[in-house]
């Protein structure tokens, strides 16, 4: 056994006590640290480490805590429900009525059933010969191409992105009903012939991006064929966008900020990126020295850089990562994406870009992980909760009726919040981190339109996190596409009040009640002043 290098029992009780609470923080603080250094290890070696897919947030009960309540606690009542499609009228005799009475017209009652069964139809094409030896075959009728009808591929699509359905069942509820379908049909229904939808959800996100005075941004987990990847969602109050790609860098988000766009563009606005994030003045040199400011695809913009000698430089920041994001936040601004947009997110550093602003709920969320071991911290961390959402509060008001006077209240009290000392150390070093990004928590005295939070990010993202533990991986890059497109009309469609199954009708060819125009010309229109 190894002797210890001094005494412990000459030391007196009230010394040991913030030695054993350092050495606590600190063995935390290192277990965390060799976790990390363990996971880097198998990577460099090559090995399959533990899969990176994080659990859905727990929403926080900061929101609802600061929400007002109404009067009395009475839940609103409940007006009368029609039904949305056609009314047919029976009218229904009376039986047994005495003489003389007399007609006092009718009292309704609504029956809702609903009529599912399979439909097929064989076409007889005439054939002819003609003289000179040709066979000319009748056509089809317009919008039949293959041996499914615009009716059964829209149940398949509803079913299985709205219903979050898997593939089985869905063949066997297909079969019972009496359809002659294989699973093979179904995934191609799923992800072939898709185009028209996939393009539909870019437009979204162009529509979203230039009309959007802000959008909120979150990731998460995802599997395709066979590795981890991640699924970005980009959104607000009118549209849903959904991507899935092998990484979570700041170059792959600012490369999704171009809505389907591949270019590099060098311009003032992408000069200025490269002066912000530190990029060496003889890299920013070269850069602004050579004539070619627009590069059409990635092979371009990496030729261009090897030519100038930039891919084989070693500094730090990196230039060639570093001069990549240049190019695609310039990008961005000469395709007019997100000019005057506010990015709000939960601090996650590939979301920095841009004008920022972080989410309250994941601030106070820090605080609320921290781990105590005395009464006098649990103490501590449960005041400036109670502080944060006090301040939470005001914020809140005053994003629904700004005013100049709580404008210039709030931010000494923000300065007085997260400049205290409590003593309890790891609630300090946080406070003093959160109080680093003053300007973002604060966004919104200058931009009162924002949320506060990104609550709407992590429920949009949900049913991703739901199609992955159902399915667990996409196998082709079409059903990644589709599946992201897919979920991302949904959302859309629930946001702009239209119903999915309506429009999946209205895409397909399908009898539909009420058309649903362009969903991009809905969401100009929702999100122009």
């Not at 002797?3 to 965390?32: C, I, V």
């Not at 601030?363 to 961390?381: C, G, I, N, S, W």
């Amino acid at each position: 056994m190894v002797k210890p290098p001094f005494n412990l029992d000459a030391f007196p009780p009230f010394t040991l006590k913030p030695l054993t609470l350092g050495l606590l923080e600190e063995n935390a603080r290192l277990t965390s640290e060799n976790a990390s250094l363990r996971e880097e290890i198998a990577r460099l070696k090559g090995l399959k480490g533990k899969p990176d897919i994080k659990p859905p947030s727990k929403p926080s009960g900061m929101e609802t805590a600061t929400e007002k309540r109404s009067r009395g606690g009475e839940k609103p009542r409940r007006g009368p429900k029609k039904p949305s499609v056609p009314i047919e009228d029976r009218v229904v005799s009376g039986v047994d009525i005495p003489p003389g009475s007399r007609f006092k017209g009718y009292e309704d009652f609504t029956l809702q059933d609903l009529k599912i069964e399979p439909q097929v139809v064989r076409y007889r094409r005439e054939r002819w010969l003609t003289p000179d030896g040709r066979t000319v075959l009748a056509p089809l009728p317009a919008g039949v191409s293959d041996h499914f009808g615009p009716e059964i591929k829209r149940f398949i699509l509803a079913q299985y992105h709205q219903g979050q359905t898997t593939v089985p069942r869905l063949v066997e509820l297909l079969q019972m009903l009496g359809v002659d379908i294989s699973k093979r049909q179904v995934v191609r229904i799923l992800t072939e012939a898709n185009d028209a939808f996939i393009a539909e959800a870019r437009d979204v996100l162009r529509a979203g991006l230039t009309h959007g005075r802000w959008i909120s941004v979150d990731d998460t987990g995802a599997r395709h064929q066979g590795k981890n990847g991640f699924c970005t969602q980009i959104g607000n109050d009118a549209f849903t966008f959904f991507a899935t790609t092998g990484s979570k860098s700041r170059a792959n988000f600012l490369g999704l900020l171009r809505a389907g766009h591949g270019d590099y563009v060098l311009n003032d606005q992408a000069f200025s990126y490269l002066r912000r994030r530190h990029l060496a003045g003889p890299v920013i040199a070269l850069l602004a020295a050579h004539p070619a400011r627009h590069f059409a695809d990635q092979a371009a913009w990496n030729a261009h850089l090897a030519a100038l000698g930039i891919t084989t430089m070693k500094a730090h920041p990196n230039p060639v990562v570093v001069a990549t994001e240049g190019a695609l936040w310039g990008a961005i601004t000469a395709h007019r994406f997100i000019d005057g947009t506010v990015i709000v997110s939960d601090d996650a550093g590939q979301f920095n870009v841009g004008e920022h602003a972080l989410c309250w709920v994941h601030a106070e969320r820090l605080v609320y992980k921290l781990d105590t071991f005395t009464e006098a911290a649990r103490k501590a961390k449960e005041i400036v909760r109670a502080l944060i959402c006090w301040l939470y509060a005001d914020l809140k008001a005053y994003r629904a009726a700004p005013d100049p006077h709580r404008k210039a209240e709030l931010k000494p009290r923000f300065d007085r919040l997260f400049k205290r000392r409590t003593g309890f150390a790891s609630l300090d070093r946080l406070l003093a981190r959160l109080h680093a990004n003053k300007a973002e928590l604060l966004r919104i005295l200058d931009r009162p339109e924002i949320p506060l939070h990104t609550n709407g990010s992590e429920n949009d993202i949900r049913c991703q996190v739901i199609r992955r533990k159902v399915s667990g991986t996409t196998r082709s890059d079409p059903g990644r596409d589709c599946r992201d497109a897919f979920l991302g009309l949904a959302k859309t469609c629930r946001k702009l009040g239209v119903s999915f199954w309506e429009f999946l009708g209205t895409r397909l060819g399908a009898d539909v009640v009420s058309p649903v125009p362009s969903l991009p010309t809905l969401v100009a229109a929702r999100l122009k002043p």
